[in-house]
């Protein structure tokens, strides 16, 4: 995948922390400390009980395979086919990501198979967290 | 809202359909708007509301020379329009204006005087899911349809099926943009665009525009169309970005605007006649079907791959081939809304004998909002 073309996400206040996270190599969520829920995107304020009381944390990393498509069409900067998925996170929220180190078949991405975080750095300012197939070799 | 208080008096789409590089967007609005208050039997100065979607309403107010006392720019997606009429159906009531035009243009294939997408940072789309490939709408909408497969046991086959009977439905309509038989095959060996979607099951891109004219059901009565009366209407939103979806299998917004639609038009289920659902792609009258309660969670595909919605089908759907086959300009709901508006005056090429009850279905912005309009030929 090319760096340059790939459309690169701008930063606002409320979601820094979490691309900064990325920056460092940790994907963080948001906890709410009055209602317990783990939620993303990042906002501040709890989206199940509209909390302001709320944390940022460090999340495991481990998900699994919730739904995608494989994108025939390409997209700025990526090349197809390459799949699309939503990850289902092990605290609770779901996140778009592509699955990288994973052939980018329906045979090969298969529901429900455990995922782990890896990072992709797509611009010196931006990393995006990206999943691969957990216990892929580095 | 009052069941059956507010008409649909007038209904038209544009001249033509398909490809009309002659037209600009706001042209395409103008088109269908004159031609819809031709329709209703009156003139540009009767209107005193006009509510549009994809275009500035004061800017379709003026094009056409209309000072009005009520405007409605609710700008939702392709549902927009029935969203319109739900809330011409509370100013008419309210008495905020006696008239409403709600008008639809759209250059969809030939892109003239069209308004960009606004895109900006602190949207969802912008930082969590357009930098991982995400762009154009089958690689969005369509995202959820394999959680559903598994799920809810949605087949391949049974998608190809909703493109093979939608057009069986657009062979009887001269201006459907396709019109010949389809097999499954067909569907299955089309162009893989974004897998498990092949092309057949995904839209059309075309030019049109249509247009509704609405007024008070007392002063429905003597103008020249056989009024349409809206029974009932509701609407909802949920997310904007897809994978933020509560539910895969269900659309929380089409469960909250079909309930709501249903309460207000005081009907069960069995009184529906006629059935529009917009679908973009091939699995949205799946959703449907389901989240409206017509039939059971993970149902819709079995339903639709039996028979029952196609010609002589026990509950009609998507009667004009729908964004698969008769045309899709981008918004697509007024051109379902004009169907029904057809199948109520009893005009469609593809009439339903007998229809009393037509329920329209729209979606909006992937799967971000609804609105459903109930409409009735029957005053009650
Ligand atoms: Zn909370």
């Known amino acids: 995948m090319s760096t340059t073309d790939r459309v690169v996400p701008t930063p606002t206040p409320e979601t820094r922390h979490y691309w900064d996270g990325a920056q460092a190599g940790e994907l963080r ?110 | 809202m009052i069941p059956n208080s507010v008409a649909i008096v007038g209904a038209a789409e544009t001249t033509e359909l398909g490809k009309i590089p002659e037209l600009s967007q706001i042209g395409l609005h103008a088109d269908a708007a004159l031609n819809a208050i031709a329709d209703a039997g009156l003139t540009v100065r009767d209107i005193d509301g006009v509510a549009t979607a994809g275009h500035n309403s004061t800017e379709v107010a003026h094009y056409l020379g209309i000072v009005p006392k009520w405007a409605d720019g609710t700008s939702v997606g392709g549902c927009s329009f029935m969203v319109h009429v739900r809330h011409a159906v509370a100013a008419i009531e309210a008495g905020l204006c ?3 035009l709600i008008t639809h243009g759209e250059s969809g294939r030939n892109r003239v005087g069209v308004l960009g997408r606004p895109v900006f940072p602190s949207q969802f789309d912008a930082q969590f899911e357009a930098p991982y490939g995400v762009s154009i709408p089958p690689s969005r909408f369509t995202i959820p349809v394999m959680r559903k497969m598994k799920d809810d046991g949605l087949t391949e086959e049974q998608l190809a099926m909703v493109a093979v009977v939608q057009r069986e439905w657009a062979a009887f309509h001269p201006r459907a943009s396709f019109r010949d038989p389809i097999t499954v095959d067909d569907v299955l060996n089309s162009k893989m665009i974004c897998w498990p979607f092949r092309k057949l099951m995904c839209c ?28 009932g209407a509701g609407e909802s939103a949920e997310t904007p970005v897809v994978s933020q979806m509560k539910d895969f299998t269900s659309s929380a917004a089409f469960r909250m605007s079909g309930k709501l639609a249903f309460e207000s038009a005081g009907l069960k289920h069995s009184e529906v006649d006629h059935l529009m659902i917009y679908d973009a792609f091939a699995h949205l009258p799946v959703y449907g079907l389901e989240d409206l309660g017509f039939v059971g969670k993970g149902e819709g595909g079995a339903f639709i791959a039996e028979g029952n919605t196609r010609p002589g089908g026990k509950l009609p759907l998507n009667t004009n081939g729908g964004g698969l086959s008769y045309m899709h300009s981008g918004m697509y709901g007024m051109y379902a809304l004009q169907e029904s508006v057809r199948q109520m005056r009893g005009t469609s090429p593809a009439q339903v004998e007998g229809a009393r009850v037509s329920v329209c279905h729209g979606v909006g912005g992937m799967f971000a909002a609804s609105g459903t309009v109930v409409m009735t030929n029957d005053p009650g």
């Open chain 1, 29 to 138: 969520l948001q906890r709410c400390n009055a209602c317990g829920d783990a939620y993303f995107p990042p906002r501040p304020f709890c989206p199940e009980c509209g909390s302001r009381d709320v944390k940022v944390e460090t999340a495991s990393g481990r998900g699994t395979l919730y739904s995608y498509i494989i994108n025939h069409l390409g997209a700025p900067g990526m090349k197809p086919p390459f799949a699309v998925a939503v990850v289902a996170l092990e605290e609770g929220p779901r996140m778009m990501a592509n699955i990288l180190e994973c052939e980018q078949t329906p045979e090969a991405l298969v529901l429900d198979m455990p995922l782990e975080v890896t990072f992709e750095k797509i611009t010196d300012a931006i990393t995006l967290p990206q999943f691969k197939p957990a216990g892929a070799p580095k």
């Open chain 2, 98 to 100: 006696e008239t409403v």
């Open chain 2, 204 to 231: 059309l891109v075309t030019d049109g525009g249509g247009a509704l004219v609405l007024t008070s059901a007392a002063r429905a009565k003597d103008l020249r169309q056989k009024p349409v009366y809206i029974r």
